[in-house]
């Protein structure tokens, strides 16, 4: 076994010479047998190990565990690091059961002692019996096939040098070296599904089909080099699609037509991989949750919203948003104009008024209005169910509504379009249009009335 372990490490590259590995122990079997392992490798490998040992405070004699192992390190002279957590207090406050609470809680644990000393890898002791478990827990919760490719030998910091070695080879191997290790009496609690399919489900299984944990890791296997090769044809389409995909620390757009007109199985890879950029990994998104998201993009109308676990998604026309969460509403404001001046609104823009001698000419950033038309003090607010427009060059009146849907404005955008009134009249959707009222005459009469209206982005240097 320990060729065979020595053989993994070198052959995926889990460890860089000259590195810190942190260690998860928690005082059983497995992860006593990978401790003494990588120490026996770490001197001809060239790395150090510094060894991590959470407490879940689930039994009242886990304190002892991590007696166990703090003298196991002072025997082997390594350096530790403990922590002591009520797991059942914390999945008791969240909505996390106590499985997936503890498993949060040690990948925190262990991410953040491995930031504070400067470990480039952490080892976790999954072995073949763990992966051939964890394979068949997801076909039975309806796994997508990524699913099924399960633990890897290495995923980013963390590495798994057991991964290849069964459970029976482990305990042979620490009885031959005469190594004790703990039980956790935890581990034959049937209450847990992993439990039941280690204790329960596979024995039955492998009396059908022998190695039967052999046949789930070779399958997890086969899976994980599939899903590498999916992994570049996602990153070759988010690089290149048709209309760029824009990626930020906030918010993800995807051009919707390209995505739509994608394989499924490169769509659904596509919409997993934004899903836990978002979402953040671990992400909560399960199967039946994409599955949701799929015929939101096929059936929702060309403006709607829909939330999932840790994901705010929208159609807005040729684009689908994911954030985080729903972006706030911009807030509901009315500013007076009581006559030339800067009035800054509460986006950073503002709007430039001031007499002219002679009306310029209307353009996207700027309007003119007749002085003597107006009623005093204008007001800039934001949109409102019901306002309408005269719109110049119309009869009649539209529903301002109805020109952000012909313009295809998006519904989070409308409420930072300013609108000009004059009394009960709208003057201008700034930028976008301008009423038939309020205009100069266009033989140039009265000229010394004219009143400019100028719009200015924010920051725009002016």
Known sequence: MEAQVLQAIQDYQLVPAGSRVLVA???????????????????????????????????????SDAVFVARLCRDLGLPAVFLYCNIAQRAGTSAAGLEEAGRNVRYAFLQ???????????????????????????LLRGSAVSGLAAMRP???????????VSRSQIEAYLKEQSRPW???????????????????????????WPQLDVRLATLAGRVAEEED????????????????????????????KPLLGLHPALRNRVLRRVGGMIANHPSPMLARHYSVLIRFLEEAPVQAELNLPGIWVAKRYDELLLRSTAPKPFPDYQLQIEGAGRYLL???????????????????????????????????????????????????????????QELRIPLEERSRVPLLFSGEQLLWVVGIR????????RDGRDGEAVWRVDFQPAFSGS
């Open 112 to 138: 953040q002692t491995a930031r504070r000393y400067g470990c480039k890898r952490i080892a976790l002791a999954h072995h073949r019996n763990d992966q051939a478990e964890t394979v068949l827990m997801r």
């Open 434 to 441: 301008r009423s038939r009222l309020a205009c100069p005459p």
């Open 346 to 404: 509460p986006d950073g823009c503002c709007l430039l008024v001031e007499p002219a001698s002679v009306a310029t000419g209307d353009c996207a950033r700027g309007i003119d209005l007749y002085g003597p038309t107006l009623q005093w003090p204008l007001t800039v607010r934001t949109f409102q169910p019901g306002d309408r427009l005269a719109p110049q060059g119309m009869r009649g009146h539209k529903k301002v509504k109805m020109l952000f």
């Open 229 to 256: 090769y999916w992994d570049g044809e996602v990153d070759r389409w988010l690089r290149c699609c048709d209309g760029g995909s824009v990626l930020s620390a906030t918010q993800i757009t995807l051009p919707l």
């Open 25 to 63: 122990v928690s005082g059983g079997a497995d992860s006593v047998a990978l401790l003494h392992l990588l120490h026996s490798f770490s001197s001809r490998l060239n790395f150090s190990l510094l060894v991590a040992h959470l407490d879940h405070g689930l039994r009242p004699d886990s304190l």
């Open 182 to 208: 703990v039980e956790d009496d935890s581990n034959t609690d049937r209450c847990f599904l992993r439990n039941r399919i280690r204790h329960d489900v596979l024995p039955f299984l492998d009396e059908l």
């Open 154 to 164: 290495r995923s980013e910091r963390l590495i798994r040098p057991l991964l290849g």
